[in-house]
């Protein structure tokens, strides 16, 4: 794919900023000069804005204001894509791509930190430009490194903080992914060495981009990367040391896409592989098609971490086939742009059994906009991951009773039509559109007698077409951000074929 990514860093050619000045008379004006005074002190430097603190109610979603380097202290959720998150104490880290809306950005992995999961505050990036090892890789292929960091992924070992970075060239697959230790979380971070490369040779089709690594409950640490071209790898690591068990290993594919006519269904990418002790599965999420429009979260699972990983109808996602479920994707609920580009997740826990998904959102209204999303996983009872159709918003989970849970909702089915190819190709978000639904008191929905639901605290079931289609949904309260509203009920879940509903109440 040529070192896609790079696409979204300077993307002023978009962004027209209008400055209005009056040119009346200006050529009879004569220009002011000022001498200079040796004795007047120099003008101090400017101090920075402070950083905001940010809430449910002031999170927008553009920010054209603040969206330069110069304002990075100002940042937020702002201005995140592909983030990794880990928790630390009380404290959860961020680790993005090197992004900025509308301009350049210095080189070096953002990093953030919250309490909350919605305040967050910019702390600023990890290295002083691009690393020393990753670099002279891919100068040594007689190429030059993009200057620009991508796709991190973060892990504690012990005492110890591991960061895996990605950086690519315009050659492709010419990539290399690289690790950085510290003993904190906010650094000071130092290179110890590369964990894989690629390159634009006859060898293995891999593309040394986008690191995670999954950590068994022996110890074992197997890593996965890849992006595009072949599909998604997998190779073992060395606990101790963090980087590949033997040195130079590849690894084996482990998941790729189908095709249509010979032309791939879209992009492949951003495997985050977690182990579900509950469940006792490892789950790999992945991103399909192109990071700007149809991003999407697709799953596959596995008793093994070296799989293969199968989907919710039991194929490998190792075969030429796309998968489902496909948990999140492009979705608009009414009276809002809606939001396009939702995938690289970042799978995290809160310490107390509590999944969340990371990931980056473009607005419908202009979709090279990035702010950071983060949203509960809950689990089916069949052990398939579902995510909330809101963002996190902290709200209280009060008991919700069946009589809650009448009245009218936006629901949103995720469907999906395949578009070969890549940026070119994939030009549409597709998004998926919310339709009005109503759950009746007598148990219909929409007043038809062959559809109706049932609720036995946590799961609504919807049954259609007298029993054709059934929906197990979680239910939960959460926010409206659409509406402003500070909390009212919402539902997710899957069909047996791996298809997500989403749905929300409104609120009169």
């Known amino acids: 794919m040529l070192g896609y990514k790079i696409l979204f860093i300077t ?20 220009p002011v000069v000022s001498e200079p005074n040796p004795d007047s002190e120099p003008n101090p430097e400017p101090e920075p804005n402070p950083a905001p603190v940010y809430t449910v109610d002031n999170i927008t979603d553009t920010y054209f204001g603040i969206a330069g380097e110069e304002n990075a202290s100002q940042w937020g959720p702002y201005n995140v894509h592909d983030p990794s998150v880990i928790k630390v104490g009380e404290t959860y880290y961020c680790y993005n791509t090197d992004v900025s809306f509308g301009s350049e950005v210095r080189p070096g992995i953002q990093i953030r930190k919250s309490q909350d999961l919605i305040n967050w505050e910019f702390l600023g990036w990890a290295f002083n430009g691009l690393p020393s090892k990753g670099s002279s890789y891919i100068q040594s ?12 992924f973060v892990m504690q070992v012990g005492n110890e903080f591991r960061l895996y970075y990605s950086l690519s060239s315009d050659v492709g697959r010419l990539s290399a992914i690289g690790l950085a230790t510290s003993s904190s979380p906010e650094g000071p971070w130092i290179e110890k060495d590369l964990v894989v490369t690629s390159a634009a040779d006859g060898t293995v089709q891999t593309n040394a981009i986008d690191p995670s690594v999954v950590v068994t409950p022996n110890g074992e640490q197997w890593f996965y ?4 071209y072949d599909g998604i790898y997998k190779l073992r690591l060395d606990p101790a040391t963090g980087l590949a068990v033997v040195n130079g290993d590849k690894g084996v594919r482990v998941a790729q ?8 269904n879209g992009n492949i990418e951003a495997p985050e592989v977690i182990y ?20 999407n979260v697709r799953v596959g699972r596995s008793v093994n971490p070296e799989g293969p990983f199968l989907d919710i109808n039991g194929l490998d996602i190792n075969t030429e086939a796309d998968n489902a479920p496909m948990i999140l994707a492009p979705y608009k609920f009414k009276d809002h742009s809606g939001w396009q580009g939702v995938s690289h997740p970042g799978v995290f826990k809160d310490g107390n059994g509590q999944y969340y998904m990371a990931h980056q959102g473009r607005p419908g209204e202009n979709r090279f ?3 950071l999303h ?5 689990w089916t009872e069949n052990g398939w991951p579902v995510v909330s159709p809101e963002r996190y918003a902290n709200v209280v989970q009060t008991e919700i009773s069946e009589p809650d849970l009448v009245g009218n909702y936006e629901q949103i089915l995720f469907g999906y039509r395949v578009v070969p190819g890549y940026a070119d190709e994939q030009t549409s978000a597709d998004f998926q559109f919310s339709v009005n639904l109503e759950l009746m008191a007598d148990g219909t929905i929409n007043g038809e007698a062959i559809n109706t639901w049932t609720y036995e605290a946590p799961w609504l079931t919807i049954s259609l ?8 949904l979680y239910v939960e309260r959460g926010r409206d951000w659409e509406n402003r509203i500070e909390s009212t009920i919402l539902f997710s879940g899957l069909d047996g074929n791996g298809t997500a509903i989403w749905g929300k109440k409104i609120m009169d």
């Open 11 to 30: 993307i002023v050619s978009f962004l027209v900023v209008t400055v209005s000045c009056s040119k009346e008379n200006l050529e009879d004006t004569p």
């Open 141 to 152: 292929q007689g190429a030059e490194p993009f200057n620009s960091l991508w796709a991190p």
């Open 276 to 295: 579900n002790e509950n469940q006792g599965m490892y789950y790999m999420f992945i991103a399909y098609d192109w990071l700007e429009t149809k991003y």
């Open 369 to 371: 906009f990035m702010v």
């Open 257 to 264: 896409r189908g095709f249509t006519n010979g032309t791939v």
């Open 465 to 472: 077409d007298n029993g054709e289609t059934n929906y197990k």
């Open 374 to 378: 983060v949203r509960k996983i809950h």
């Open 225 to 228: 990367y890849g992006s595009a």
